[in-house]
């Protein structure tokens, strides 16, 4: 069965002390810009097809959030190469202005180990350079990993999956809305109120509310459960590049794996024709309705008005596995203990057992939460626990609330292992060492491609592994004449 490379795309949050939304994007490219010794500046679009839908159609435009066309407004001078201020890496990531927030794209994965160090690799990142940028322009920077700005403005953490094109929209679709829906409550990274649907004092989920069509291309506004691009990042008769925009970002890294787990069990599932058959009435309804539900229980409503429980769902998926997958192959064996854990974790939240929930953000952030208010007499409408909220989103380790419940204890520290190089030798290790060792020969950089002006370019095919000794070429043409003869 089909390896399933995959990666993690994640916009920060972040403040500059005395600046507002009309210093914005000006802050974020400048942000970005701060990133600039050991990568390569720029990116090549040509092979983008951001308005294709899987479903074999292209939209004449995608949607725009008004307030960000209102920010946008009156920048026409700026192309968008300058506006996104494109950073190749030296670890073959990705680094970028995206809509008035740095984003950080990992190099691709083929385990959860491996998604976890680039993960934290990703955040220290971004923190190491929101002090220089802060040092560059003398004003206080600050940082979250969040996925909301509290006045109704959304930002994305984004998955990224590489499936076999045989698959199809609709298999694909069937097996993993429900996965996309149930996993909430087992990934969800919290929420105080709502910014969008009805209010709440507290939910699971920060996307939740933003989640309002069940497919479609659009990203930035009226964004769906399941999100159609049709970019591949590779050859497109070959392969479908899943984006998947629904999740939340985790704190908790635990969290973070348990989101890819549950996507890569379904798409297997599907690939072997086995997937557990959850027809759901409402994915958008049901998603803001689970992320409502602090039992956990997450009632769900299928089609022919039944329904289910986000518990029936997940256990369904890992009882399919463990009958259908092959446990010893490490990607597998790997996948159904991330799985069966959360099952377990979220079975221990349901029925309230003391101590449960210590791997579920929502749940340590409630409980860190309604201690401070019956401490401080605060309510959920208190503008303190809003500030405690973000708090706990806040990368700085000085500061931030998760860091300190990892100290105390709270929360289990997790040091995220160091990956064997056989599971890290993804198509990202092209690109880091042309980025290392050709920086001056490279004209063009993406996802499947390298340039080299006239001297030659070469697809980076995803499927295979690359070998250490390409890291040894001394000459472009020897570079790409490895990676063309990959097999």
């Not at 069937?174 to 929420?191: E, N």
């Amino acid at each position: 069965m089909s390896r399933v490379l995959f990666g993690l795309e994640t916009e920060y949050g972040f403040t500059v002390e005395g600046h507002g939304p009309a210093e914005q994007i000006e802050d974020a490219v400048a942000f970005v810009r701060c990133a600039d010794q050991d990568c390569w500046v720029g990116w090549d679009y040509s092979h983008e097809t951001p308005r294709a839908d899987l479903r074999g159609f292209s939209v004449n435009r995608l949607q725009q959030d008004p307030l960000d066309a209102k920010f946008d407004a009156g920048r026409g001078a700026w192309s968008d190469q300058d506006i996104r201020s494109d950073r190749v890496l030296w670890n073959g990531a990705r680094f970028y202005n995206d809509h008035g927030h740095p984003e950080y794209s990992t190099p691709e994965c083929w385990s959860l180990d491996t998604l976890a160090a680039a993960e934290a690799e990703g955040d220290g990142f971004v923190l190491a350079t929101a002090r220089k940028f802060e040092s560059h322009i003398g004003r206080r920077v600050k940082v979250y990993k969040n996925n909301s700005d509290g006045h109704g403005a959304s930002f994305g953490t984004h998955e990224n999956y590489l499936v076999p094109r045989s698959i199809g929209f609709d298999l694909l679709y069937s097996a993993l809305v429900p996965i996309l829906v149930a996993r909430t409550v087992v990934c969800g990274a919290g929420k105080c109120g709502s910014e969008a649907g009805a209010p709440c004092n507290y939910q699971l989920s920060q996307r939740a509310d933003f989640m309002v069509s069940r497919a479609s291309v659009d990203t930035l506004f009226s964004r769906p459960v399941f999100n159609t691009r049709d970019e591949s990042h590779s050859d497109p008769r070959s392969w479908i590049r899943l984006h998947v925009i629904c999740g939340d970002a985790n704190r908790i890294p635990v969290a973070t794996l348990r989101k890819f787990a549950f996507v890569r069990l379904g798409i297997w599932l599907a690939l072997a024709g086995e997937c557990p058959k959850w027809p759901l009435s409402d994915p958008p309804a049901s998603m803001k309705a689970v992320s409502r539900d602090l039992s956990a229980k997450g009632e769900i409503g299928l089609e022919g008005h039944k329904w289910t429980t986000t518990f029936e769902i997940l256990s369904s998926y890992v009882e399919h596995g463990e009958r259908i997958l092959d446990p010893s192959l490490p990607d597998m064996c790997e996948t159904l203990a991330v799985c069966r854990t959360a099952l377990e974790d979220l079975e221990a939240v349901v029925v309230c057992k003391p101590g449960a929930g210590r791997t579920i953000d929502w749940m340590v952030k409630k409980t860190m939460l309604e201690g401070v208010m019956q401490q401080a007499g605060l309510t959920w409408d208190s503008p303190e626990i809003a500030s405690y909220a973000l708090a706990y989103h806040d990368l700085d380790p000085n500061e931030s609330l998760y860091t300190g419940l990892v100290d105390t204890g709270f929360v289990d520290r997790i040091e995220p292992p160091l990956p064997e190089s056989s599971t890290a030798r993804t198509r990202s290790m092209a690109r880091e060492v042309a980025v290392r060792k050709f920086p001056h020969e490279l004209t063009g950089v993406s996802w499947g491609r390298l340039a080299f002006g006239d001297r030659g370019s070469v697809d980076l095919r995803p499927e295979i592994v690359y070998p250490d000794e390409l890291s040894e070429c001394q000459s472009v043409e020897e570079f790409i004449n490895m990676i063309e003869a990959l097999k």
